[in-house]
């Protein structure tokens, strides 16, 4: 169960990234609010994974779920460039979350 409040922190990451770029500065009201819902929904899942899990793997598994999927997001929603290096890169942090994952991040 915890794993999954740590998926669902991450998601709610990708929103809240994506929703900040929308706030223009935060003069925009509804992705503001909505950067707003989300940051407290991604903080307080996380906040509650981390009674079970090491804070190092869940933290990490954390922001590899929303750097991929903001860096994701961009390329498909933003039109944001999509090299091959970017690419590479977004595998990598893949690779690494599921090492982390492997190398045991439970209690």
């Known amino acids: 169960m915890a794993w999954l409040l740590v998926i669902a922190a991450g998601l709610f990451e990708v929103v809240m990234a994506y929703s900040l770029k929308l706030t223009n500065g935060f003069s925009a009201l509804w992705p503001s609010v909505a950067f707003g819902v989300s940051a407290v ?3 307080g899942l996380l ?6 899990l090491e804070v190092g793997t869940a933290y990490a598994v954390w922001t590899g779920i929303g750097a991929v999927g903001t860096a994701t997001l961009g390329m498909i929603a ?8 970017k690419l590479i890169s977004i595998g990598l942090i893949l690779l690494g979350v599921v090492g982390l994952n492997l190398a045991g991040g439970g209690h």
């Open 41 to 43: 929904l991604s903080f």
């Open 47 to 52: 906040a509650l994974a981390l009674k079970n």
């Open 78 to 85: 933003l039109g944001e460039n999509t090299s091959p290096l």
